[in-house]
């Protein structure tokens, strides 16, 4: 197969989840980057895989949207080979997420195969992090094909590419990723780029169409953005579409931690866009989660001594709390208690993973600063 050049993406405006129209704007993404068979060989199985964080119907833009998952399967179908969609939600079986958010009806349409990652393989990795245990499934396709949502998220400010593989790993044992990590979240960043290398997908197509913001990634506002987004490099698709939103890619901690591992193209000048243009489609109003402030350098002991200060965290907005206690059900900590008849946070448990926040289905866990980032500009 013909190598692609990593570090060049596509960028193809689109404005609406029409049928037609998206199935061509995928189509000129991939054909931008030299067509679907520079990516996948005939008679390859090929695993798609979206994002279906949770049971959420597609104009909540919390999941990638069908139109998005039909188009790439028609691809990967015209280049004669097996076209298989899997994922492994937060929250949920993964036929009940698929079936909601109208990707499982596609599947069918379109003679595809929905495959469950509910067993694990361990695949040794030659980085800081020994080991990864990842979906059967995933490891035992010819190739990958990435399909991510546009979104923010409380932990990493952005959810894109790289984020979108951390679902390759099954079930619970996200959980321990988050748990063994810690409120070391450089350290969790080091562990996705690093995912996001081992599984090497051979292209990512992000559905930038329909965004979210504000309190993502489950509970945040759909915003309309328009575009398709395509590349070899993940690490690449997410510098592209953090320029798009008018973010630094340089303030973000995920593209922090790839530079350092030296893992995908982190510099926005040596990656060539091709198609429209991304600097006449940027967003200047993006609305992002809360963020600390990333310039911050203080030694490791006051950084624990005064964590709740200079951290952000999930607050519980009570009004809008039912206590149906899904957060404390998939907080890896423990740190979820019932106080005084309302679910509270105990902050000095708190490892700042926001998986409660990314599984309220209220959207009542925002992200709050600590009383020092509240004095920071």
Not at 191 to 209: F, G, K, N
């Amino acid at each position: 197969m013909k190598e692609t050049r990593s570090s060049e993406v596509s960028f193809v405006r689109c404005p609406d989840y029409d049928r037609d129209r998206t199935y061509f704007a995928v189509r000129e993404a991939v054909d931008l980057l030299g067509g679907i068979h520079l990516f996948v060989k005939p008679g390859e199985r090929v695993l798609i895989k979206p994002n279906l964080l949770k049971a959420k119907p597609p104009e909540a833009a919390v999941t990638t949207h069908p139109e998005i998952v039909r188009a790439v399967i028609r691809l990967v179908q015209e280049a004669g080979d097996t076209a298989m969609v899997g994922d492994s939600p937060g929250m949920g079986g993964l036929h009940k997420v698929a079936d909601k958010a109208g990707i499982l009806r596609v599947i069918r349409e379109e003679r595809a195969q929905l495959v469950d990652f509910d067993e694990a393989l361990q695949i040794k990795n030659s980085g800081r992090f020994q080991q990864f245990e990842i979906a059967r499934a995933v490891l035992e396709a010819d190739a990958i094909i990435n399909l991510p949502k546009l979104k923010t998220h409380g932990m990493t400010t952005l959810t894109g590419a790289v984020k979108n593989l951390f679902g390759c790993i099954p079930g619970k044992r996200k959980v321990q990723w988050h748990f063994s990590t810690g409120v070391n979240r450089d350290l969790f960043m080091r562990m996705l780029v690093e995912l996001s290398a081992v599984l090497e997908p051979r292209l990512t197509v992000m559905d930038a169409i329909i965004g979210m913001e504000g309190n993502g990634p489950g509970s945040g506002d759909p915003r309309h953005i328009g575009a398709i987004i395509a590349g070899h490099d993940a690490v690449a698709v997410d510098v592209v579409c953090a320029r798009l939103v008018g973010v630094d890619p340089g303030k973000l901690p995920l593209l922090r931690a790839a530079a350092e591992a030296g893992i995908g193209e982190t510099k926005p000048d040596r990656i060539r866009v091709v198609g429209d243009s991304v600097d006449q489609s940027v967003i200047r109003d993006f609305r992002l989660p809360p963020q600390e402030h990333l310039e911050w350098r203080i030694p490791e002991w006051a950084r624990v001594i005064l964590k709740d200060a200079l951290t952000t965290r999930p607050v519980i907005d009570h009004v809008q709390c039912i206590q149906c206690g899904i957060c404390k059900e998939h907080c890896p900590q423990g740190a979820i208690t019932d106080v005084a008849n309302r679910l509270e946070v105990r902050y000095r448990d708190c490892i700042r993973c926001y998986c409660c926040q990314e599984f309220c289905p209220q959207g009542a866990i925002t992200v709050g600063r600590g009383w020092a980032l509240r004095l920071l500009p």
